[in-house]
């Protein structure tokens, strides 16, 4: 490509952070006025009804970050990673996105830690219901 490491170091921040900023316009969970309209779409596409989101984990390839702690990031696949967790809609539109768990980190946990969960609990989504994994719950 050309191009000097410490320059493609600078891109990848600032186009990071230049992402990290459009997170919210683009990362976000329904509003009440939408939430029949998303639990129509799964119910057509698998017939599970109320359902508003499906969650998912995914393991970010990583370098080992080094240090006294860097094993917690390796994996049970023997690699270092993140942990992320992500929920979509019926359309694959992104409601939520958390990214900052070890890889050694087990899925429950991220789902058991994450704001969408607590908001659950809270009431903030009656009659609805998220599609995992029985290991997420």
């Known amino acids: 490509m050309g191009m000097h490491e410490s320059t493609a170091c600078r891109v990848i921040a600032r186009v990071s952070r230049i992402l990290a900023g459009l997170y919210k316009n683009f990362v976000k969970l329904p509003q009440p006025e939408e939430?029949?309209?998303?639990?129509?779409?799964?119910?057509?596409?698998?017939?599970?009804?109320?359902?508003?989101?499906?969650?998912?984990?995914?393991?970010?390839?990583?370098?080992?970050?080094g240090g006294d702690d860097a094993e917690?990031?390796?994996n049970r696949k023997g690699w270092f990673s993140i942990n992320t967790q992500i929920i979509c809609d019926a359309n694959l539109n992104l409601l939520d996105v958390v990214a900052r768990w070890p890889g050694s980190t087990h899925d429950n946990t991220i789902f058991n830690n994450c704001v969408v969960r607590r908001k659950f609990e809270q009431g903030n989504f009656p009659n609805c219901i998220l599609l995992g994994m029985s290991l997420f719950f």
């Open 35 to 65: 939430i029949v309209h998303i639990q129509t779409e799964f119910y057509q596409i698998a017939k599970f009804p109320r359902v508003i989101g499906a969650v998912d984990g995914t393991h970010m390839k990583i370098q080992s970050p």
């Open 72 to 74: 917690v990031f390796r």
